[in-house]
């Protein structure tokens, strides 16, 4: 939200501003509250990085743990300067992390294995360099929902295959955290003009963060359980320090 404030990195030049005062704090952070609400999903994203590589899950694993701290960082960078470019690190990195979840999702009953991941690739180099050229405004929003919703039938069918109980309870939790971040993300566009004159601003988009942050763990925690289903590894969810859910595996000797 522009207020005429003087800033190291000058003129807004991104599509799209939230409802927080623009260098409140410094004139190096554009938005404080939206940049600093993304260090859960890097924390959460180590986390499960570290769970991955230490019990040897499939590399996919890592480099979607990897691409949730990819994004989370360009969003710290678009939040904090309010520039077009680094609004393009937020946003091209949002549909790669959904391109890696259609991947992960549908990979294991595709026939013809080598076409996915070839064509996903090229269609994630392909919009990275037409969203480089061209500004899409609400066209961008549309794309990434309709990507989350080819998401959602395998999601769904792989929580009805799924007999763990806790395991549902991920998924769940997956479902209330998106709802209520998209709340969040909602109040904070809509009623922003309300919003700007209350004493206190509730701050729904870096809300939307945080709640997106533990969507993306709850997403990836039920996917490597699932997955490890399939490959034998008598997964059960336990819980660090009784708060936070993660896979543990038992692999064969053999493997």
């Avoid at 701290?69 to 790669?96: C, F, K, N, R």
């Avoid at 295959?161 to 769940?172: I, P, S, V, W």
Wanted: hydrophobic content about 45%.
């Amino acid at each position: 939200m522009a207020d005429g404030i003087s800033s190291f990195w000058g003129p807004v030049t991104s599509t799209t501003e939230c409802c927080e005062k623009n260098y409140a704090y410094s004139s190096y952070i554009a938005e404080f509250y939206n940049t600093i609400s993304n260090i859960p999903t890097i924390l959460l994203a180590l986390i499960g990085l570290i769970n991955a590589l230490r019990q040897r899950f499939e590399k996919r694993f890592s480099i979607l743990h990897i691409s949730n701290m990819i994004l989370a960082i360009g969003s710290m960078l678009y939040h904090a300067t309010l520039q077009h470019v680094q609004q393009q690190s937020d946003e091209t990195p949002m549909v790669w992390e959904m391109l890696l979840y259609m991947y992960i999702l549908y990979s294991p009953d595709w026939h013809y294995r080598g076409t996915m991941p070839t064509f996903l690739f090229l269609y994630g180099a392909a919009f990275a360099i037409v969203h480089s050229v061209i500004r899409f405004g609400i066209g961008f929003k549309v794309h990434y929902v309709l990507l989350c919703l080819l998401c959602i039938p395998r999601m769904y069918k792989y929580y009805i295959y799924t007999q763990d109980a806790c395991a549902k309870r991920l998924a769940k939790f997956y479902v209330a955290t998106i709802f209520l971040g998209s709340l969040c993300w909602l109040f904070d566009r809509v009623f922003c003009k309300e919003v700007s004159q209350w004493l206190i601003n509730p701050q729904g988009h870096a809300l939307w963060h945080v709640f997106m942050g533990f969507n993306s763990y709850f997403a990836n925690t039920f996917l490597m359980f699932c997955r490890a289903q399939q490959r034998g590894w008598a997964p059960k969810i336990v819980h660090f320090m009784g708060f936070l859910p993660y896979v543990k595996i038992e692999k064969p000797k053999s493997q």
